[in-house]
């Protein structure tokens, strides 16, 4: 009885080693190209502020923040993405309070933001590359 169990079990897992797919051999162009996003610009202040224009070369981008309540307490920080023509494109941010997050925007093109806040922040826009 032990054998036929023996043999089963022998041949079963010949069978999954047989099937089994090879890993790490051969090149991969497409695992070898990494996306990462690449930081383009950073705002940093504790007040109301339009910021240059800044270009986005990508079709996806994301604009990162960090604010803390500054002297006057938990207060609004905001922000709002234009393009130079004066155009709203998005809401990128609005809290308040202490807030570490980002927002991912699509398209490229140039863009200008205006940080509404009396906390201190900073502001990073990257882009994939």
Do not use: H
């Amino acid at each position: 009885m032990k054998k036929p169990v023996l043999l089963i079990t022998f041949l079963y897992l010949f069978t999954l080693t047989g099937c089994s797919e090879r890993v790490g051999t051969g090149n991969n162009n497409a695992a070898n190209t990494e996306v990462k996003w690449t930081e383009v610009t950073r705002f940093e202040g504790n007040s109301i502020k339009d910021t240059g224009t800044f270009e986005i070369t990508s079709s996806e981008w994301r604009i990162s923040w960090d604010t803390k309540p500054g002297d006057y307490g938990a207060m609004n920080f905001q922000i709002y993405i234009y393009k130079p023509d004066k155009s709203l494109v998005d809401v990128a941010a609005n809290v308040i309070g202490e807030s570490k997050d980002s927002s991912v925007q699509r398209g490229s093109g140039e863009y200008y933001l205006t940080i509404n806040s009396a906390q201190p922040y900073t502001v990073i826009i990257e882009e994939k590359k």
